[in-house]
């Protein structure tokens, strides 16, 4: 099995094109909305946008909800599908980020991470 680089993509894409990305090996930001030890699987949210993060491969981390984190891992159809809702945000229901980095990234301007992203997709390099 061939390691992809992820592709930068933002939670709200993935929500709007769930099947879009399965299968994808992706990178995604957002704040720690919450973790689950017990189910070893977070909640990643960005505006009004979350994407369940499933931290197994990660091993024992110390997660802080309201830290912003950055994933890498591959977006893999989940058993069933549920439209789940977090505080009013629209939860990506049919997928699931296997994380295999992680990393807290606190202090990004997340502003500026999206304008540089938008840059590199519009000079076709990502």
Do not use: N
């Amino acid at each position: 099995m061939d390691l992809v680089a992820g592709t930068p993509v933002f939670l709200e894409e993935i929500v709007a094109r769930e099947s879009d990305f399965a299968g994808q090996s992706v990178r995604v930001t957002g704040t720690l909305h919450s973790y689950s030890p017990a189910q070893e699987s977070a909640v990643l949210v960005e505006g009004e946008s979350a994407v369940v993060v499933d931290t197994r491969l990660l091993g024992v981390v110390k997660y802080h909800v309201g830290q912003t984190y950055q994933f890498i891992g591959v977006l893999s159809p989940t058993a069933a599908s549920s439209d789940i809702a977090v505080d009013d945000v629209r939860c990506a229901g049919t997928v699931r980020l296997h994380a295999r980095v992680g990393r807290v990234v606190d202090g990004l301007d997340m502003v500026m991470y999206r304008r540089a992203i938008m840059e590199l997709r519009a000079a076709d390099i990502l």
